[in-house]
């Protein structure tokens, strides 16, 4: 069962910042890229992309 939480009330100054570490620290994907385990989809207003919150190499281990 898919899970769509909405944080409300979002700036575009938040969400630049938000973006900008998102960029730095994980993995970013297109916005048309499958969801599989780890992988999340972020959406504001018209923007948004898929980011991998596990690293491959993590993957691996496992």
């Known amino acids: ?18 973006k900008e570490f998102i960029y730095n620290c994980f993995e970013n994907l ?8 780890g992988r999340i989809r972020i959406q504001y207003q018209k923007e948004g992309c898929v980011v991998n919150l596990i690293p491959e190499a993590f993957i691996l281990i496992i």
């Open 1 to 18: 069962m898919p899970i769509h939480p909405v944080i409300p009330k979002v700036d575009a100054q938040l969400f630049e910042k938000t």
């Open 30 to 37: 297109s916005e048309d890229a499958l969801l599989t385990k």
